[in-house]
């Protein structure tokens, strides 16, 4: 079946949300990002703030932040209890999935991240992908980008995708950049990221093509 | 750094070696399969069918097998022992790494299995690509070129594999099927075969290209 939505996965810093945008771009269709945040918040009454950090990180390493921050929250707090006495977390992981599988309902798009390849696994017009690179690739794309941190590079690497691969497997119970969880895995670092846009954009199709 | 050289390592069923070889007849480059078996057995002096058994194996699982096939070729332990007292697994493993470098050394080809990506690891020139596809993909395949087994189509799909993952383990360290060992994957049963042939052929630069 043709593939008309673009799901990226992708290591701190190997330049997956710079492909995706490229894609959404030369193919002109919408790419959403922290949209999918924005929504979310909008919906559960969290901040976005708390809404991407709960994206980030595996329950059992954010309960201290769950309480701090929800504390301000009550409103959301009782939206959750109201979801058939639902945990904050899975009531952010119903809502981001609604959210998710509306943005799919509304035609072809490009979304980054929030495990949207298992959120839309059962869709056939989805092309799920997983961008990653070498340590020294990203290393020096993240100095780059982002500057110099408290943190080596490597740390900031290993923390930021430690915390994707814990939340993934709690959500999903899949092995984050396992081949087989994705239609199509790229080394950015090797491919280059132009050329990886260019060949994700040449598999789906996208209105008017 | 130009890609002249393309391994493929590939999940049973998965039409890795049907795929390889139409991107060595496309770009008339040589395609290297049982012949890495053939130079092996030739080496070493043990037969093929052995040394392909060996390469499928995690010497764990193969005491049995080693001894009763090794007791009929004296002369091939004997060249195992003469290598600073190797075992018969590591010296196999050895000749192999000699066999596939030296492909590589001889230009522009295609490798298929026998750990080429991490034997070809420090090379630049290397396109190092795992191909997959559903069980459901695999099972029919499977079936439409091999036939009935005794086992159940399901059953010999995760026979074979589990043998090349614990192989490639042993042999390697890493884990086979991650993302991060490969330079792209391709799920071949969503793309199609001859598409993922055509896509690797176009990463590849070949003579005369």
Same mark, same amino acid.
């Given at each position: 079946?043709?593939?008309? =939505?673009?799901?990226?996965?992708?290591?701190?810093?190997?330049?997956?949300?710079?492909?995706?945008?490229?894609?959404?771009?030369?193919?002109?269709?919408?790419?959403?990002?922290? $949209?999918?945040?924005?929504?979310?918040?909008?919906?559960?009454?969290?901040?976005?703030? +708390?809404?991407?950090?709960?994206?980030?990180?595996?329950?059992?390493?954010?309960?201290?932040?769950?309480?701090?921050?929800?504390?301000?929250?009550?409103?959301? #707090?009782?939206?959750?209890?109201?979801?058939?006495? #639902?945990?904050?977390?899975? +009531?952010?992981?119903? =809502?981001?999935?609604?959210?998710?599988?509306?943005?799919?309902?509304?035609?072809?798009?490009?979304?980054?991240?929030?495990?949207?390849?298992?959120?839309?696994?059962?869709?056939?017009?989805?092309?799920?992908?997983?961008?990653?690179?070498?340590?020294?690739?990203?290393?020096?794309? =993240?100095?780059? #980008?982002?500057? $110099?941190?408290?943190?080596?590079?490597?740390?900031?690497?290993?923390?930021?995708?430690?915390?994707?691969?814990?939340?993934?497997?709690?959500?999903?119970?899949?092995?984050?950049?396992?081949?087989?969880?994705?239609?199509?895995? #790229?080394?950015?670092?090797?491919?280059?990221?132009?050329?990886?846009? $260019?060949?994700?954009?040449?598999?789906?199709?996208?209105?008017?093509?």
């Amino acid at each position: 079946m043709d593939k008309h =939505i673009l799901t990226v996965s992708r290591e701190f810093g190997s330049g997956g949300r710079s492909i995706g945008r490229a894609v959404a771009e030369q193919l002109h269709i919408p790419y959403y990002d922290k $949209e999918v945040i924005r929504q979310v918040a909008q919906k559960t009454g969290f901040d976005e703030q +708390f809404v991407a950090e709960n994206g980030e990180y595996a329950p059992g390493k954010t309960t201290l932040s769950y309480i701090f921050k929800a504390l301000g929250r009550p409103e959301a #707090l009782g939206r959750a209890d109201a979801m058939d006495g #639902l945990s904050t977390t899975d +009531f952010l992981w119903v =809502i981001q999935h609604q959210v998710i599988a509306n943005l799919a309902d509304h035609g072809p798009c490009v979304i980054v991240g929030c495990c949207s390849d298992f959120i839309l696994k059962d869709r056939d017009d989805c092309l799920h992908t997983f961008i990653h690179a070498s340590q020294q690739y990203r290393a020096q794309r =993240i100095l780059r #980008l982002y500057g $110099e941190g408290e943190k080596s590079p490597q740390q900031r690497l290993a923390d930021k995708d430690g915390r994707r691969r814990a939340n993934y497997k709690y959500f999903t119970g899949r092995d984050w950049g396992r081949c087989q969880n994705y239609h199509l895995s #790229l080394d950015s670092g090797t491919l280059g990221e132009a050329r990886c846009a $260019e060949l994700l954009a040449s598999l789906l199709t996208a209105p008017g093509r």
